[in-house]
DNA sequence: ATGTGCGTCAAACGTATGTTTCAAACAGAC
DNA sequence: GTCTGTTTGAAACATACGTTTGACGCACAT
């Protein structure tokens, strides 16, 4: 009943809506009325809505780059000196995303979301903070990569991740939406794990694509590498 | 010198600020000050913000819109009775983007940033007028995508289409920033078409992926279709 | 010349935001 | 019980926002 109380509130009902609505359209009186608290606390405990930002992306990303740090780790030990393969460095990426303790059951979407948002709003203060965060597990992630996908040039491989980060991203930031919109087409329910088993091969494939173009257009300019 | 030039200028101005900075991160009184026009002309001209937004997306979609229907017209014209492949669908698609008047050399970023802003932001106002006023062209293309994969079903096409939307999206609304990164990294430029080149057979392999699950952790339950 | 309609302008409106203030309530140590 | 430092409470703060207002200027038809 200390200040936990109160501050764990706040972080609860900060990480719904910021999920729900974005961090520039969440204001700070809608937290506090959710959270059944006082507006100065936030001020008080966190000392603005930049830092309450951070803390609630702090609360899960910490846990999480252990959790990755781990998967990583054991995928290592279990290929002894051989490199791990795309599929499974996403898979471990992925699982470990999918493990994590859960707050509710809404908790991994939420989870997506707000990194998609992290990625995707223009917040520069959240880019930095994350930037000099958590830079270690994201260094060791690309490491994986292009030592799975030796067969890439450099440049190559660095727009095939980008088009991984952008579909995960963007399909994560906006899953319960998706997952709505199916319900209501085809009478589909789709769970998390449902997506990312769907999304790994999806990005495994593109990861590994030959690069033939067919049929552009006949006027279209086919740039060489 | 009539009022052309104030509605276009606001225009402008708005379409860049929107699409370096979002649309609630961005105020009238940001778009009229670097549109040199007074703050009032904005309600004057469009009557409110969100139509304001709903100009500058109709300004470019309209076009656009139009543009693709040609170019899918040619496309099945020239199939003759036989439905697109998935690689003329996307190119066809590309081509449109590509081959728009650009009111600008960033034109196509600024273009396809704001499409990923309008997917992403919460906006529901923008994404209501989005859909009843542009749902025919994306129709189609989604009809096409359907002919194109009959292997696929319902279910499966529907998230490979949203991690293609996702990959586009994405790397196309941050593409300035990831060609600045590539250039001091690497030493390379970029241009949009580069991108395009590389993204078509990214999508069309993941679009086409075998549906194996590969190496999934012990532990992590896949959903079957 | 004169009135009419349209576009511009500075100023103000009401509302909502993040933040600060300061007194009251509370905890635990002595 | 009293003191001390911490946490809450209601209220106010200054600022920024989208929008509205009414006066003003200017073209152009009468």
New interface residues.
Partial sequence: MAQSDTVDRILDAAEELFA???F??TSLRMITSKARVNLAAVNYHFGSKNALIHAVFGRFLTPFSATLGNAFDELEASCKGNPP?L??TL??L??SA??MPQRNERGISIFMRLL??A????QGHLRKFLEQEYSQPFGRFMGLLKEATPELS???R???I??????????M??SDA?RDI?RN??G?E??V???A?????????????????????AD????VA
């Fill in positions: 729900e609505r974005g520039s359209e393969t599929n499974q898979w471990a992925t699982a999918i493990r998609g948002l990625y995707t709003q223009s450099a440049v190559d660095y727009w095939r980008q088009f991984m980060l952008g579909a995960t991203a963007f399909t930031s906006s998706l199916l087409k085809l589909v789709t769970t794990q449902e997506i088993a769907r999304l790994v091969p999806f990005l495994a494939a593109g990861m590994q694509a030959h690069d033939t173009v067919l049929v552009p257009p279209f300019k086919i740039p």
